[in-house]
Nanobody, 122 residues
Framework: QVQLVESGGGVVQPGGSLRLSCVASGSISSINVMGWYRQAPGKDRELVAVETRVGPRNYADSVKGRFTVSRDNDKNTVYLQMNSLKPEDTAVYYC????????????????WGKGLLVTVAS
């Protein structure tokens, strides 16, 4: 089984920075895509940023130029560096892992972390 454990959420003032981390544990051989989604109150969950195992990254337009996603494949870890935070970035942030290989078995369904609350307020 795979578990995703997130850390780094909290309260920050507008214009500030936070760094989120997520570690995937289990007998994992590889993970195709890791990244972050978020869900603000009253809204649907949306993609923030994801990175494939070989490098290409995809960002939501609303975070381009402010957020950076990165991975450490050896540690099955994904990070989200968030700069120039805005009140509208307030949300629960979820780590995601898609396309996980455990031993010789490929699992296409996504795994999710429990979520981190990020609050941007003065």
């Amino acid at each position: 089984q795979v578990q995703l454990v997130e850390s780094g959420g909290g309260v920050v003032q507008p214009g500030g920075s936070l760094r989120l981390s997520c570690v995937a544990s289990g007998s994992i051989s590889s993970i195709n895509v890791m990244g972050w989604y978020r869900q603000a109150p009253g809204k649907d969950r949306e993609l923030v940023a994801v990175e494939t195992r070989v490098g290409p990254r995809n960002y939501a337009d609303s975070v381009k130029g402010r957020f950076t996603v990165s991975r450490d494949n050896d540690k099955n870890t994904v990070y989200l560096q968030m700069n120039s935070l805005k009140p509208e970035d307030t949300a629960v942030y979820y780590c995601s892992a898609v396309g996980v290989t455990i031993g010789d078995t490929f699992y296409g369904a996504p795994y999710w972390g429990k979520g981190l609350l990020v609050t941007v307020a003065s």
